[in-house]
């Protein structure tokens, strides 16, 4: 790898920013946000950021996005001002983000007509890990398409799974992945729910929990913060709620697309619904336990 290769990351928020510092660790980086704070820490860190999307993705070999979903990515890509008119051709654009299969067909035509190849590379392991290069990335691109990107995708990934040749195979492992996560989440908050209504230490649960055959990763990784739901602050947002209410409903179209009954997910999509609902949009995902117990019992 060297600097000559350029990796333009557009949105700088609490993934893209972590992301964009690990590329420029080796390579030239642009970035762009519309968050004029965000821009800020990214200079900190040197990144090269611009004042627009178009002039930051001028001349980059690869495109990062980390969009919410796929109207935002149309809109990024081929909007009033889009950036997929000044790419050169034999660019790549890598979608990092979770935006379901339905948008990619038509993304993948568009970017055709400049020469411009789809890299669908959903990831996942939050900005800590974002930052050390240690993601998990399922990817679904052509062989081509999937060496262009290689300089960015493996700074990026610890373990990178190619799924298949096509663009959409990424989206697809991903709605998999995120069904579990999102149960996964949710059970861990409705067991520490339980054990305060029990008259257990959350605390000394959880680590039990973390030790026996209970014991998973978003466990782990969502239980300390679980507990901290009902600080006045809440839990630092990581990942908000919000997101699972968007990633769950891709979940629950995908398995109603393919005639599958998916009652446990549903269930789930049901309670982040819920927390939006009550306000917790853009609290951490942690909080998905305050929708099943409004305030805590044990003091």
Not at 9 to 16: E, K, T
Not at 124 to 146: F, H, M, Q, T, Y
């Amino acid at each position: 790898m060297t600097s000559n290769y350029t990796v333009t990351v557009l949105g700088l928020g609490a993934m893209g920013l972590p992301m964009a510092t690990r590329l420029a660790s080796q390579l030239t980086v642009h970035g762009f946000d519309i968050a004029e704070p965000r821009l800020k820490l990214a200079e900190e860190a040197g990144i090269a950021t611009f004042t627009t999307a178009r002039e930051a993705a001028k001349g980059a070999n690869a495109v990062l996005l980390a969009v919410r979903n796929g109207e935002q990515l149309n809109d990024v890509l081929f909007g009033e001002n889009g950036v997929a008119s000044v790419l050169e051709p034999g660019a790549v654009v890598i979608l990092g983000s979770t935006v379901g299969t339905d948008a990619i067909p038509a993304t993948v035509a568009k970017l055709a007509e400049y020469g411009v190849d789809l890299v669908d590379a959903p990831l996942s392991g939050g900005p800590k890990r974002a930052g050390e290069g240690d993601l998990l990335i399922v990817v679904g691109a052509s062989p081509e398409a999937r060496e262009k990107a290689a300089p960015a995708l493996d700074l990026l990934a610890s373990t990178l799974t190619v799924v298949g040749d096509n663009p959409g195979d990424g989206q697809a492992l991903k709605t998999v992945n995120q069904l579990l996560c999102g149960v996964h989440i949710a059970a861990a908050a409705e067991a520490l729910a339980l054990a305060d209504a029990l008259g257990l230490d959350q605390a000394k649960t959880l680590a039990a929990l973390e030790a026996g055959a209970a014991g998973s990763f978003m466990l782990s990784n969502r239980g300390p913060r679980i507990l901290e739901a009902y600080n006045e602050d809440g839990a630092e947002v990581l990942s908000r709620l919000d997101i699972f209410v968007k990633d769950m409903g891709i979940v629950g179209k995908a398995t109603r697309a393919a005639g599958l009954a998916a009652p446990v997910a549903a269930a789930a999509e049901q309670l982040y619904l819920l927390g939006q609902a009550q306000g917790l949009a853009a609290a951490d995902d942690s909080a998905v336990i305050k929708v099943v117990a409004p305030a805590k019992r044990t003091k």
